[in-house]
């Protein structure tokens, strides 16, 4: 991590509906960036919210971080497309902060708020009807440069140009990009499973899903 983090656009969007293969699609992947400070609740940033609640959302899921520096990499891949900041829905686009740097359960600041990272962000459709091409919901995956979510643990007014403070590391060394690994090209890193389910911060469902899987692997514990 830099000693730079900051935060670069803030973007919110309410779902709306869409036409995808000609069927009604609901979806609040749509989001646009906002001028000023904007208060950070539990569950999502004002004037934001998601469509579908079962995938998308929550407490672990209330803000969805992309970094920046990312963008230059699907400007090389997508030349012909714009890709303005909330391209991915991210409601907060930032600098500094990295999948293969930051841990699962680490603490931030951000603005008045306290958030903390909690998992990965898996693709759905959705994304390929925000591109208008169903592949960059693979290509997203296999690029793992996934971004991340950030539960709220204090909630705040944030804004553009506000730093983002390390406040606390996590005690456990699993890192955004190893749940990323695990569930694409590491599936059995028995190891690394078995450090993924001691992570508190991380999700029930990610644990869960990891311990299922180890146990394919190893058998009950």
């Not at 990965?120 to 091409?133: N, S």
């Not at 590391?169 to 001691?198: C, F, M, P, Q, W």
């Not at 869960?208 to 514990?221: C, I, V």
Request: glycine share 8%; with cysteine.
């Amino acid at each position: 991590m830099q000693s730079d983090m900051k935060l670069i656009s803030v973007n919110v969007g309410l779902p709306r509906v869409v036409m995808s293969h000609g069927d009604p699609v609901s979806t609040g992947i749509f989001k646009e960036p906002v001028a000023g400070p904007i208060m950070l609740r539990t569950l999502n940033l004002d004037g934001d919210r998601q469509a579908d609640l079962s995938v998308h959302g929550g407490p672990s899921k209330a803000v969805y971080v992309y970094p920046s520096e990312h963008y230059d990499y699907w400007k090389h891949e997508f030349p012909e497309m714009k890709l303005p900041w909330g391209m991915f829905g991210e409601n907060f686009t930032t600098a500094g902060l990295f999948e293969s740097e930051l841990n699962i359960g680490d603490k931030f600041r951000v603005g008045s708020a306290m958030v903390m990272v909690t998992e990965p962000r898996m693709p759905c459709y959705k994304l390929g009807i925000r591109f208008d091409r169903p592949d960059i919901v693979k290509r997203f995956l296999a690029s793992e440069r996934t971004g991340f979510y950030f539960a709220v643990l204090q909630e705040g007014e944030v804004g553009v140009d506000d730093p983002i403070e390390l406040i606390e590391g996590s005690k456990r060394s699993v890192r955004v990009s190893d749940i990323t690994r695990l569930y694409t090209r590491e599936k059995h890193n028995v190891g690394l499973l078995r450090s993924a389910i001691k992570v508190a911060a991380l999700p029930e469902s990610w644990r869960s899903y990891f311990q299922h899987r180890l146990e394919k692997l190893t058998g009950p514990s």
